[in-house]
């Protein structure tokens, strides 16, 4: 919350890239908190700023990547796809990054509710991966799990 009143005050002051800084420490944090929408939302919101920046613009894959991820560990796969659909239009260069073939193989897993496929897939690209993304993956992926077992008692 006081990361984003603190962008809030930057934004006001003309201050974008301090701005941005504030609401990806509120999307860290509320990755780690289970708000995965909410950040979600930030990330997205400053890969775009980003994208529009001559300066900053190669960083919006990164924001991009963070944001889907939050977004499969609501397991809500109707919205992945939509967002991975969105990114071509916030980064120039989306179709062509390790980035986007990563999430689509992600996205096809949980959509098939293969929790397996899913942690194959992760311990692949692993070595690109932080400690804060590879957390919220492993959320991700016990929402998968857990979707699982409802569809197998149906």
Same mark, same amino acid.
């Given at each position: 919350?006081?990361?984003?009143?603190?962008?809030? /005050?930057?934004? +006001?002051?003309?201050? @974008?890239?301090? *701005? $941005?800084?504030?609401?990806?420490? =509120?999307?860290?944090?509320?990755?780690?908190?289970?708000?995965?929408?909410?950040?979600? %939302?930030?990330? !997205?919101?400053?890969?775009? =700023?980003?994208? @529009?920046?001559?300066?900053?613009? /190669?960083?919006?894959?990164?924001?991009?990547? @963070?944001?889907?991820?939050?977004?499969?560990? +609501?397991? $809500? @796969?109707?919205?992945?796809? *939509?967002?991975?659909?969105?990114?071509?239009?916030?980064? /120039?260069?989306?179709?062509?990054?390790? !980035?986007?073939?990563?999430?689509?193989?992600?996205?096809?897993?949980?959509?098939?509710? #293969?929790?397996?496929? /899913? =942690?194959?897939?992760?311990?692949?690209? #692993?070595?690109?991966? $932080?400690?804060?993304? +590879?957390?919220?993956?492993?959320?991700? *992926? %016990?929402?998968?799990?857990?979707? !699982?077992?409802?569809?197998?008692?149906?």
């Amino acid at each position: 919350m006081h990361f984003q009143k603190s962008a809030d /005050f930057y934004e +006001t002051d003309g201050q @974008n890239c301090n *701005r $941005d800084g504030a609401l990806l420490t =509120a999307a860290h944090f509320m990755g780690l908190l289970g708000k995965y929408t909410d950040a979600y %939302e930030l990330f !997205e919101k400053v890969a775009q =700023a980003c994208a @529009n920046d001559k300066l900053r613009k /190669f960083g919006a894959r990164g924001h991009l990547l @963070n944001a889907v991820i939050c977004l499969l560990a +609501t397991g $809500d @796969n109707v919205a992945v796809r *939509r967002a991975l659909d969105n990114c071509s239009s916030i980064y /120039f260069k989306w179709a062509d990054s390790w !980035e986007a073939k990563f999430l689509s193989s992600l996205a096809s897993a949980a959509e098939r509710l #293969d929790g397996s496929a /899913f =942690a194959a897939i992760v311990q692949d690209y #692993d070595s690109l991966l $932080d400690e804060w993304k +590879t957390a919220v993956l492993v959320k991700a *992926r %016990e929402k998968i799990v857990e979707n !699982e077992h409802v569809e197998l008692a149906v």
